[in-house]
């Protein structure tokens, strides 16, 4: 009995710290961009149009890993060899992160559809957006529950 309510206790504070959004649409409080439009990771034109300005970026992550010295958390997404945009998050941001994704934002992101808000940056000649909260990071597919066979 005692192992039942451990058990359900914990899945209840999971279940409440847990801000990971599924959504379809950003929020009208926070537009896209100047024309109200998701940018895909993959359109190039788009992402540059939209520097220094405060977008919605959307796209499949391929990875999340923190670097070597756990300073900075890459976000890089399939189909973005042409555009090259990324997100990364400090480690500052990392325990917000991590509680906010079910303990691991790195395990739960590849494969997810997201949706990243924020000022789209150049940072040495590629399009990036610095993630500040987890409220930014929306994802709107999860990942699939089953990873193919390599």
């Excluded at 300005?53 to 997404?77: H, L, Y």
């Excluded at 040495?124 to 610095?130: A, D, L, M, S, T």
């Amino acid at each position: 009995m005692k192992m039942r309510l451990r058990a359900l206790s914990i899945l209840i504070v999971a279940l409440i710290s847990t801000r990971v959004v599924l959504a379809d649409d950003p929020p009208a409080s926070q537009p896209a961009n100047s024309e109200g439009q998701v940018i895909d990771v993959s359109d190039k034109a788009a992402l540059d149009a939209a520097m220094n300005k405060d977008s919605v970026v959307e796209g499949v992550v391929e990875s999340a890993a923190w670097s070597q010295t756990g300073k900075v958390m890459t976000i890089r997404f399939k189909n973005s060899s042409e555009s090259k945009f990324i997100a990364v998050v400090f480690e500052k941001k990392k325990e917000d992160f991590n509680s906010a994704f079910s303990g691991d934002v790195t395990k739960a992101l590849p494969g997810a559809k997201v949706r990243i808000r924020g000022t789209i940056k150049d940072y040495r000649g590629k399009p990036e957006i610095v993630i500040d909260t987890p409220a930014a990071l929306t994802v709107v597919e999860p990942p699939p529950t089953t990873q193919p066979e390599k």
